[in-house]
Structures are given as structure tokens and as C-alpha cells.
């Protein structure tokens, strides 16, 4: 069994910064990609920024140039920084998680989510 944990959620205003981490644990043998998605009230989520495990990025184009995305590969940690907060960034986050457990079965794990908030 494999656990998702996001942290680092916040209230913040306009033109701030924010810095959220997620760590998978567990059963946990490898891990491939890692992403943060989100999911504003009566949007649906969407993807945000997603890393390789060799560090290839992506970036949805709102964010671009204001947030970033990194990771720990021994510790199955990924962050996100992020500069410049809009009020449209406000949201709950949620990161994402694939690998392979020690049972060498693949997994697709999901955090609770923790919110984002954007205000002046």
C-alpha cells in the first residue's frame, strides 16, 4: 500500500509565494513520474506541472515562469515553488504519484489535497 502526503497549503497574497511538498511512502519500490494537479471550485482538475524521474518537466502554460517543480528521488519527495501567486491560482492541489510497489505491482497514487489559497 502506498501513501500520499501533500503539505505546505496556505492562505497568501497576491504576488506571493508558496512552497508545497508531497512524499509518497509505503510500500514503495520505485517511483516514475510526479505531478501536482488542481482543482478550483466548479473546474475541473487539471494538470499544473509533472516531473520525470530523470527531471524532464511540464508545465501547463498559466504557470509557466512562475512556479516550479522539483524532486527528491531518495526521499520519493516532490516540491513545487511557487512565485507570483494570482488570484486565479487559488485552488485545491493535489499531487500525483506513479511507480512500482515492492510487490512489483504499478501505482497511481493521489494526495488528500491541500488548499491554496490567493487573497488580498
Known amino acids: 500500500q502506498v501513501r500520499t502526503v501533500e503539505s505546505g497549503g496556505g492562505l497568501v497574497q497576491p504576488g506571493g509565494s508558496l512552497r508545497l511538498s508531497c512524499a509518497a511512502s509505503?510500500?514503495?519500490?520505485?517511483?516514475?513520474?510526479m505531478g501536482w494537479y488542481r482543482q478550483a471550485p466548479g473546474k475541473e482538475r487539471e494538470l499544473v506541472a509533472t516531473i520525470t524521474r530523470g527531471g524532464s518537466t511540464k508545465y501547463a502554460d498559466s504557470v509557466k515562469g512562475r512556479f516550479t517543480i522539483s524532486r527528491d528521488n531518495a526521499k520519493n519527495t516532490v516540491f513545487l515553488e511557487m512565485n507570483a501567486l494570482k488570484l486565479e491560482d487559488t485552488a485545491v492541489y493535489y499531487c500525483?504519484?506513479?511507480?512500482?510497489?515492492?510487490?512489483?505491482?504499478?501505482?497511481?497514487?493521489w494526495g488528500q489535497g491541500t488548499q491554496v489559497t490567493v487573497s488580498s
Open positions: 500525483n504519484v506513479k511507480g512500482t510497489t515492492t510487490w512489483v505491482n504499478g501505482f497511481d497514487s
Open positions: 509505503g510500500r514503495v519500490f520505485s517511483v516514475d513520474d
